[in-house]
T-cell receptor, first 113, second 112 residues
Framework: DAEITQSPRHKITETGRQVTLACHQT?????MFWYRQDLGHGLRLIHY???????NKGEVSDGYSVSRSNTEDLPLTLESAASSQTSVYFC????????????FGDGTRLSIL | GQQLNQSPQSMFIQEGEDVSMNCTSS?????WLWYKQEPGEGPVLLIA?????ELTSNGRLTAQFGITRKDSFLNISASIPSDVGIYFC????????????FGKGTRLHILP
């Protein structure tokens, strides 16, 4: 069965470190998204991609980067982790170029001390 | 940026009661989505709506795409304990790309 998986599920790190969160989907969908979820803010879009080599900034992209070297993966990198980036991070995929819903992974809980 | 106003923020109801929540915006949407999120999991799609006035059911859940295209409603009938969670509305605006905007969620609590 096709699926979307995020790893790790939990991570604790220190401020200033580089952190990479993985997202892997086997749906062969072009559209992939990264969100962060914080109390009082709901889901906020960080970065998104509409296909290989395509990346775009979302609402809260500062301090984050993504790369898309293949269809299956969209890793999210925090270049220099800050305590304000402590959050739960969700990856989502969507059928290309449609008004179809996004479908989410189970999230990564990231704590930055 | 654009916002979706979702209400109420939280609800405490008795098991067996019906639940209503809604989402409004000042902008026009061409797609409305309703998700449910349980602890430790990602949001799961419940219902998708694509036409103004559309009424769609999924078991005890019913959602409607408002006639003005600026709002949507979700109703849950005869609530049960497993309905507990956070319900999110989401919408895709007219003439925009595939990005979806999310409401801040309605947290549903069910009292025994």
């Amino acid at each position: 069965d096709a699926e979307i998986t995020q790893s790790p599920r939990h991570k604790i790190t220190e401020t200033g470190r580089q952190v990479t969160l993985a997202c892997h989907q086997t749906w062969n969908h072009n559209n992939m998204f990264w969100y962060r979820q914080d109390l009082g803010h709901g889901l906020r879009l960080i970065h998104y991609s509409y296909g290989v080599q395509d990346t775009n900034k979302g609402e809260v992209s500062d301090g984050y980067s993504v790369s898309r070297s293949n269809t299956e993966d969209l890793p999210l990198t925090l270049e220099s982790a800050a305590s304000s980036q402590t959050s739960v991070y969700f990856c989502a995929h969507q059928v290309f170029c449609s008004n179809q819903p996004q479908h989410f992974g189970d999230g990564t809980r990231l704590s930055i001390l | 940026g654009q916002q979706l106003n979702q209400s109420p923020q939280s609800m405490f109801i008795q098991e067996g009661e019906d639940v209503s929540m809604n989402c409004t915006s000042s902008s026009i949407f061409n797609t409305w989505l309703w998700y449910k999120q349980e602890p430790g999991e990602g949001p799961v799609l419940l219902i998708a709506l694509y036409k103004a006035g559309e009424l769609t059911s999924n078991g005890r859940l019913t959602a409607q795409f408002g006639i003005t295209r600026k709002d949507s409603f979700l109703n849950i009938s005869a609530s049960i304990p497993s309905d507990v969670g956070i319900y999110f509305c989401a919408g895709r605006q007219m003439n925009r790309d595939d990005k979806i905007i999310f409401g801040k969620g309605t947290r549903l609590h069910i009292l025994p």
